[in-house]
């Protein structure tokens, strides 16, 4: 208040104060009324076309930010991509495999193909290793790791072949124009991608069970979603406002979703709260593009996942034509937690000094590292 007091006494708009960075200077020992008097000269040396040049600049900026900020308000989403998206598939393995010999599992158990979009970044590596670890514990699972990229990633790779799971490791990069969204729908391409291989190679007795590389899970959740018959669903924990995200049941049926971002949408539940059943799904795809044969309706809905941000997993069970009715409840009545939305902490990526460690270990972590895209 002093400050003020004294500057206004010096006839200065706090303005000026903000522009020539007054505090800054007071801290290197400049006292104030210098700095107030030098705020004031410096305004009042600005002839008129500077001035109006000042005015041009800031007017400009405003009605910029303005215009794009409407503009992202009312404008429609991009919809359905116009081109076909890129997709690769890397490598394959129907087997498991320990210790260079493959091991005979249970026929006669459902597969249940976990599929995990994942993208480049310091925690990718970590992320994965927990995550696939957790399911060599699982008897009859396929991994799909799905990487939000043109490549795939050796470190990935690596993981994958260390693990001896059977696996699929696809590239399928999100499409520039939805990365421009104010809400990107992360994960949609590679999720596509991995929805594409299963229904060309998954058995049709198989589970189908997206799985985000930020989760946590109990390994009995695979016994609990291995029976469904066509789409089961449980809660999951550490999600939004209310610390979960579940199908609320009565008499053992779903009657509604207890969910903080309800969103208008009809199934409110977060990717790792169901799976469905493959033959269910190919079937229900096989009837929709039935019709959209026979009505030459390119605007009927496929099974698909939509590109709009919080709302893929809605709109995937959508597009699976089914109702509520059709839930089938898992985890104790859906009174279990069993799997969590962990969500591991962003951590910066730095390019690191290493000027005094070009003859010790430090070189060698740090090219390991860099390979684990931990660093620049
Ligand atoms: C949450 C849900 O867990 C997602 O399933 C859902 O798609 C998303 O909300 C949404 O509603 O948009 P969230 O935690 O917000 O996801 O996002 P992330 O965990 O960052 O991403 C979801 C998955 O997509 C992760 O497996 C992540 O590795 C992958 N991802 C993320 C990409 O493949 N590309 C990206 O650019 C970002
Ligand atoms: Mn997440």
């Known amino acids: 208040q002093k400050t003020l007091n004294q500057c206004r006494s010096y006839n200065i708009c706090f303005h000026h104060l903000l522009l020539l960075n007054i505090?800054?200077?007071?801290?290197?020992?400049?006292?104030?009324?210098?700095?107030?008097n030098r705020a004031h000269e410096w305004f009042r040396g600005m002839n008129r076309r500077?001035?109006?040049?000042?005015?041009?600049?800031?007017?400009?900026?405003?009605?910029?930010?303005?215009?794009?900020?409407?503009?992202l308000v009312f404008s429609s989403p991009p919809g359905e991509?116009?081109?076909?998206?890129f997709r690769k598939t890397?490598?394959?393995?129907?087997?498991?495999?320990?210790?260079?010999?493959?091991?005979?599992?249970?026929?006669?158990?459902?597969?249940?193909?976990?599929?995990?979009?994942?993208?480049?970044?310091?925690?990718?590596?970590a992320?994965?290793?927990?995550?696939?670890?957790?399911?060599?514990?699982?008897?009859?699972?396929h991994w799909i790791v799905a990487e939000d990229s043109n490549t795939c990633t050796a470190s990935v790779q690596n993981i994958l072949e260390r693990l001896g799971l059977p696996y699929t490791h696809i590239a399928s990069p999100m499409p520039e124009v939805y990365r421009k969204e104010r809400y990107v729908p992360r994960g949609v391409s590679n999720r596509r991608a991995s929805l594409e291989w299963v229904r060309e190679y998954g058995e049709d007795t198989g589970i189908l069970y997206f799985l985000d590389d930020d989760n946590a899970i109990d390994i009995r959740l695979f016994e609990e979603m291995r029976t469904t018959k066509k789409v089961s669903m449980w809660p999951v924990g550490l999600i939004g406002e209310y610390t979960v995200s579940s199908p609320v049941v009565k008499d053992g049926k779903v009657v509604a979703f207890y969910d903080g971002w309800p969103a208008g949408r009809k199934f409110q539940v977060d990717m790792a709260g169901f799976a469905v059943n493959m033959g269910f799904l190919k079937s229900q795809a096989a009837k929709q593009e039935k019709v959209q044969a026979a009505k030459q309706d390119k605007k009927h809905p496929k099974v698909t996942m939509p590109y709009i941000a919080g709302h893929e997993e809605d709109g995937f069970l959508k597009s699976l034509n089914m109702g509520i009715s059709d839930i089938e409840v898992k985890a104790e009545g859906c009174t279990q937690i069993l799997?969590?939305?962990?969500?591991?902490?962003w951590n910066p990526s730095h390019a690191l000094w290493l000027d005094k460690h070009q003859t010790d270990n430090i070189k060698k972590l740090t090219d390991n590292m860099r390979h684990l895209g931990m660093i620049k």
């Open 23 to 36: 505090k800054q200077s007071l801290r290197e020992g400049n006292s104030l009324l210098q700095e107030c």
């Open 50 to 71: 500077q001035r109006i040049v000042m005015a041009v600049i800031i007017g400009g900026s405003l009605i910029y930010i303005i215009l794009t900020q409407t503009l």
């Open 81 to 85: 991509p116009t081109e076909p998206e």
């Open 90 to 125: 890397c490598s394959s393995v129907l087997q498991k495999i320990s210790k260079n010999k493959v091991v005979e599992e249970d026929k006669s158990l459902p597969v249940i193909y976990v599929v995990t979009p994942t993208y480049r970044r310091p925690e990718m590596v």
């Open 127 to 141: 992320e994965l290793t927990r995550l696939g670890q957790t399911l060599t514990m699982v008897p009859r699972v």
């Open 339 to 345: 799997v969590w939305h962990t969500q591991t902490i």
